[in-house]
Structure formats: C-alpha cells, structure tokens
C-alpha cells in the first residue's frame, strides 16, 4: 500500500482565510450541463471519476485543508469482492494522493480529537474499519463480531468521547436489533453497544403522535447544532433524530421527508455550521462531485435526493431542491467559512 505524503498543515488562520477563496477558483469549470442550481445557488465541478482507477465517488470528509472522497469502483458492499480508492485532494480539486482499501467504502469520516481519518467498508454484510494517519498514510485494520442485526455498518459520528455508527441492511422486518450502536475500539476489534433499536418508539415530528420505528434501512448519520444524532434511514423516507443518544433522557423523533407532495428517499445530510461556505456533493453514478455555494446559507440542513439537492425544513419534512439534474446524489460535506 502506498504511503501518503507527509502534508505541512497549514497556519489555521491562514487556512480558513483561504480556503473559500480557493474553492471559489475551482468553481470556473463548469458544472455538467444536466446540472442545474437554483438561483442564488450556484454548481460546478470540484472533482470527476477517473476510470479505471477510481470511480463512483460517495462519502467525502475533511482534514485541514484537504478533502478526502471515497469511490466505491463498483466494490460488492457485501465484502465480497473488490475494493474502493480513497483520494486526497486539495482545496482546488487537484489530486494529491491516492489509496486504496480493500471493500466497499461508505462511512468516511475523521475523527477531531485524533486527525485520524475512519474508513467503513462492507455496508451490506461482512463489515470492517480502517483507521487512516493522513500524516504518514499509516493504516490499521479493525474487525466487527458478526453484526447482530445480519448487516453491516455504514457510517460514522464522533461526539465528545462516544463513537456513533449506523447498523445497515437489517436482515429482519420487522427490524427489532440494533440501527445505532456505539462503537469502542479493542486491540483490532470493534466491540459495538446497541443505542437505537430499529423498532423504538418514537414522537413523529409532523403531527406530535407517538410511533412505533421499523428501521429498515439506517444510512448516513450527522450531528445536528444542538449536538443530536441524526440518522437517514433511506429506503424508509425518513429522518432519526435522536437526542442525548445514549443516555437514560434519550428521546427519539422521526421525520417523514417529501418532495412535491410525495415521499422522497435521501441518501446524505449537512447541517451549516456558518452563513458562509461551500457544500460538497458526490454525484456517485454522475461521476462527478459538485461544489454547491450560495450567497448565504441559513441553519436549515440540505439533503441529498437521488436527482437533486434540497434544503429540508425539519418541523415539515418538506425537501425543496436547489441543485437539480443529478444522477444519484450520495455523500455531502458542509466546509464552513468563518
């Protein structure tokens, strides 16, 4: 496995003085002519897929001033066969470096206490974590017990000293196993707590009733401002959200998503942290990752819908799409600018 190159982070400062300005030079190439935003939104290419070497780009994160994008290269998310290439670029899109792991990757994310980046593959069956040292391109592998819900994991949230990871592609409907678990690291296993269970009752937010959860499909997960737990249960049309995950106060309410009157799946969601900055998206069978900026950008999140991105009103479910035309939205980032 090829190292990475050792990266001179740069004055902290410094870099978030720059970094809009970097990106926005990156925005003169245009986007696909499918593609269209919502004035004031605007989108253009930040990065393609480049086939055979890597392809079907989906979870993206960030370290410093670099961007990490996971392409899945048509990998079985059941770990059968194949891996996926992590690739490293910088601000303006240009390629640094490239790795691979063997598996499907899905859940990328990095952790703020330890710069180190978590890469989790196989979201279907037969999962593990690869945990990656951007400085030196060191990689150390961990494995799960056979997951008790039959599937495997998807992705990944760190709040405080807790470790979230959503447990995918359940093997029973109804679904009464683990959606969340919390996750601790053992020598090289992952040993895994269940927080959530898929069939959990739940106060839906769109009429204040109580509901009884038959998770289905539990995907991408973020943190929210107030520091909740949100998980997309994609297949469901729905959002999780989970507030003091965990703990014996542990509420759970739940968002029915629609899009001109009809239900709507999500793959992905970014909350802004700032009124400015700029949101990446991966057009997974687009072959290409868009930089979506608007002039300004208010607390409500934005969704990936498989053909177009939306700004979602949590109190409604209601996803109004402001980037329109892609092929299958998948992973996003929010980088803020102060």
């Known amino acids: 496995m090829k190292s990475l190159r050792r990266i001179t982070t740069l ?108 890469a989790l593959q196989n979201e279907d069956a037969r999962p593990n974590l690869v945990i990656l040292d951007p400085k030196n391109g060191r990689t150390k592998k961990y494995t799960f017990a056979k997951p008790a819900h039959g599937g495997g994991y998807d992705d990944i949230v760190f709040s405080g000293d807790d470790v979230y ?68 249960s994609q297949a469901d ?9 965990g703990t014996h106060d542990q509420k759970v309410f739940r968002v029915p998503l629609t899009s001109g009157g009809t239900a709507v799946q999500v793959d992905d969601s970014v909350f802004p942290a700032t009124s400015e900055g700029v949101i990446l998206v991966a057009d997974r069978d687009g072959e290409t990752v868009y930089s979506v900026t608007a002039p300004f950008f208010g607390p409500d999140p934005y969704s990936a819908a498989p053909t177009f991105v939306g700004q979602l009103n949590l109190s409604t479910g209601v996803l109004t799409p402001v980037v329109t035309g892609t092929v299958s939205a998948h992973g996003m980032y929010f980088i803020p600018i102060p």
């Open 11 to 118: 004055n902290f400062s410094f870099h978030f003085l720059t970094v809009f300005a970097v990106l926005f030079s990156a925005m003169v190439s245009t986007a696909r002519a499918q593609v269209t935003a919502v004035p004031p939104y605007s989108a253009s290419t930040f990065a393609t897929s480049m086939k055979p070497h890597y392809y079907q780009p989906d979870s993206i994160a960030i370290w410093n001033d670099r961007v990490f994008i996971g392409y899945g290269n048509n990998a079985k998310p059941d770990g059968s066969f194949g891996s996926s290439t992590i690739v490293e670029y910088a601000m303006d899109g240009s390629v640094i470096q490239t790795f691979k792991v063997k598996g499907h990757n899905d859940g990328l994310k990095v952790d703020p206490k330890t710069n180190l980046v978590w």
């Open 165 to 232: 990871i959503s447990a995918s592609n359940p093997a029973n409907n109804p679904n009464t196993k683990q959606a969340i678990i919390k996750a601790t690291l053992k020598g090289h296993s992952v040993i895994v707590t269940p927080v959530l269970l898929g069939d959990a009752m739940a106060t839906d937010v769109t009429t204040g009733k109580q509901v009884q959860l038959n998770l289905q499909d539990p995907d991408s997960m973020r943190l929210d401002a107030a520091g909740d737990l949100v998980l997309d």
């Open 237 to 245: 049309a729905e959002l999780i959200v989970l507030r003091h995950p």
